[in-house]
């Protein structure tokens, strides 16, 4: 499988389990669901039980199927799953795992006897889930969209990235041709951030911003040549980061590492170990 996109994938992971969004619609929707108690659950469980199994199901379903639908993106490639279509298969494809979560929940609680039949419970959750991966996409594109809009006319005359320096045109004027690093012009718009590190995986580099990212299809060489402007270094020969997004030092299995202000940590090889010494960041 990909490294790439596994990598991608735990780094969206992470993100998810840190994001205070994400816990508050949880705990939302366990006490909305918990004190109805659909589906039978109302006289089935006492509301301390009740509460339980709903945000049991909330999380474990959520996480399975936005980790799939996730890994899928990433394996396709996120730049070129920009139709609705796309994510609708890939939810439906998580619904697989999603109704087995389901199911084992309630022949855990319920007895086996008791647990909906399974095929049945299946087309319900691949369709549930096919709707919910297409809203959620449509969503965070639309955040991202909006974000990028307002970093956009916060900083009309300047670089996403705040560290670079727009080189002045010959009447002194700054050039809006170089108001931000060209490699930012290979993702798509509504991740057009403030750029974060980049990774090279296999044939493709993983382009990150502080508004999310893409795989590109080019050499790691030339994506690095493409960040001119930005304070940034090379720590590794799969790796580049940019100065003013990295958090600090790390380790990685007790070897030197980079941590990054998104949460990433990446490796700092013994090729690079002294520049990024120099930089305060080994």
């Avoid at 009309?156 to 080189?167: F, I, K, L, W």
Wanted: proline letters at 6%; charged letters at 15%.
């Amino acid at each position: 499988m990909n490294d790439s996109a596994l990598q991608s994938t735990k780094r969206e992971m992470q993100r998810l389990l840190v994001s205070r969004p994400f816990w508050l619609a949880t705990v939302a929707a366990a006490l909305l669901l918990g004190l109805t108690g659909p589906f039978g659950t109302y006289h089935a469980l006492s509301l301390p039980l009740r509460l339980t199994y709903w945000a049991l199901v909330g999380v474990a379903t959520y996480l399975a199927g936005y980790g799939l639908v996730s890994l899928l993106a990433n394996l396709h490639g996120r730049g070129r799953t920009r139709h609705p279509l796309f994510w609708a298969a890939y939810g439906a494809i998580a619904g697989l795992p999603v109704a087995l979560i389901v199911w084992a929940l309630n022949a855990a609680l319920f007895g086996r006897a008791a647990a909906p039949a399974l095929p049945e419970l299946t087309g319900l959750t691949m369709a549930v889930s096919a709707i919910v991966s297409v809203v959620v996409a449509l969503s965070e594109r639309q955040i991202g969209a909006a974000a990028a809009k307002q970093l956009s006319s916060q900083q009309p005359a300047s670089m996403e990235n705040q560290d670079v320096a727009t080189p002045p045109a010959e009447n002194g004027r700054a050039d809006p041709t170089r108001q931000r690093p060209k490699i930012l012009d290979r993702l798509p718009p509504e991740q057009r951030g403030r750029l974060s590190h980049m990774s090279m995986q296999d044939h493709y580099v993983d382009v990150r911003t502080d508004l999310g990212g893409a795989l590109v299809l080019m050499r790691f060489s030339d994506a690095i040549a493409e960040t001119a402007g930005v304070d940034g270094l090379q720590i590794h020969r799969s790796h580049w980061i940019a100065r003013a997004m990295a958090e600090g030092p790390a380790r990685i299995n007790g070897k030197p590492a980079v941590r990054m202000l998104d949460g990433s940590v990446l490796p700092v090889s013994r090729s690079y170990i002294d520049v990024a010494r120099a930089a305060g960041l080994a």
